[in-house]
């Protein structure tokens, strides 16, 4: 059975570049997220490019998970699944309602759906999930995103430690990604294309590697900077 690919935080311009990729691979797709109207734009277009069943899952992680819970009990598709969904706040802009927001996505509701995930009953699991290079090391501009990231991927870096040979869990640590966000942003000196980033997460799913970076070379960055003494790390404005 050909699995349905499950993107969850769709709308984002990195999930959508993902799910064309899946398309051009003839997997249907169910694509999740708050903006509807949205969702059926991208949806229509991978349809009619592709010839692929693409279904839309209303659904704000904010609030309650529920649909997506709900939509993995369907015994009748196999899912494989990729996580987009996050919210990011920097830390000079949290307040107790932007905190219990963050948590709630990206911890809570993005915990709950990997579990489901992995509980249903299906030939083979696949999961590719989108980090950031915030989770290596605190930063006091957005140390809480960064950590809410680090919890899920140490979540996930256990389930990877059992997992069985049907299971592959890939976690992608993004760097700058030439997005709405990151568009015009001071001290930004290279940002890889959406379309990148996907074609780099689809490559590393199904070569089963665990810990993949976007762009690649963050890879070494961040091994220099979650080794520099926490002296050094206290005056670096980065």
């Given amino acids: 059975m050909t699995a349905t690919w499950l993107v969850i935080g769709a709308s984002s311009i990195i999930a959508e570049a993902f799910a064309a990729c899946a398309a051009a691979q003839q997997h249907p797709l169910i694509l999740?997220?708050?903006?509807?109207?949205?969702?059926?734009?991208?949806?229509?277009?991978?349809r009619l490019r592709y010839r692929i069943r693409c279904d839309i899952l209303h659904c704000d992680l904010a609030v309650d998970a529920s649909p997506v819970l709900t939509c993995l009990q369907d015994e009748t598709r196999e899912f494989a699944l990729f996580i987009a969904a996050s919210h990011i706040v920097d830390n000079d802009q949290l307040t107790a309602r932007e905190t219990e927001t963050m948590l709630r996505v990206n911890v809570v509701s993005i915990s709950q759906i990997?579990?489901?995930?992995?509980?249903?009953q299906q030939t083979a699991h696949r999961l590719i999930f989108l980090s950031s290079v915030a989770a290596c090391r605190g930063r006091a501009k957005n140390s809480l995103y960064g950590g809410s990231k680090a919890a899920i991927e140490c979540y996930l870096q256990g389930l990877q430690q059992q997992?069985?040979?049907?299971?592959?869990?890939?976690?992608?640590?993004?760097?700058?990604?030439d997005t709405v966000q990151t568009w015009g942003m001071p001290g930004i000196f290279y940002a890889a294309s959406p379309e990148s980033c996907a074609q780099t997460c689809w490559k590393a799913s199904y070569a089963r590697r665990r810990l993949v970076y976007c762009p690649f070379f963050w890879r070494y960055i961040m091994g220099i900077l979650t080794r520099l003494p926490f002296f050094i790390w206290k005056k670096m404005k980065i």
């Avoid at 999740?32 to 991978?46: F, K, P, T, V, Y």
């Avoid at 997992?163 to 990604?177: D, E, M, N, Q």
């Fill in 32 to 46: 999740c997220g708050r903006d509807g109207e949205h969702l059926a734009i991208i949806a229509a277009d991978l």
């Fill in 114 to 120: 990997i579990h489901a995930f992995i509980q249903k």
């Fill in 163 to 177: 997992a069985a040979a049907s299971v592959s869990i890939t976690v992608a640590r993004l760097g700058y990604i």
